[in-house]
């Protein structure tokens, strides 16, 4: 059974930092790529970031280019997602999924308020 398992999230003040996880278990997690995904009251999910699956590319939404460092431990079944210099817009809850497929996690929410 496959499984995603988002966490990290919480509230931070403009400019503040957070890292979110992501932890995967029902598949081989060294052979699949991870995204993270992001989505607000009444908008479509948005694309945040990607890693393939030996963290060799990654892949950025401009909004965050600069800003979010997506990584993972192979070892651990894990993807993170380091967010720096956060922003009100950044105000969302943040999901992961194994690219190519629909799996889901709960979501993780963040947000960035003073």
């Known amino acids: 059974q496959v499984q995603l398992v988002e966490s990290g999230g919480g509230l931070v003040q403009p400019g503040g930092s957070l890292r979110l996880s992501c932890s995967a278990s029902g598949f081989t997690f060294s052979n699949a790529g991870i995204e993270w995904y992001r989505q607000t009251p009444g908008k479509e999910r948005e694309f945040v970031a990607s890693i393939s699956s030996a963290g060799r590319f990654t892949s950025y939404t401009d909004s965050v280019k600069g800003r979010f460092t997506i990584s993972r431990d192979n070892a651990k079944n894990t993807v993170y997602l380091e967010m720096s210099s956060l922003e009100p817009e950044d105000t969302a809850v943040y999901y992961c999924?194994?690219?190519?497929?629909?799996?889901w996690g709960q979501g993780t929410q963040v947000t960035v308020s003073s």
């Open positions: 999924k194994r690219t190519g497929y629909n799996n």
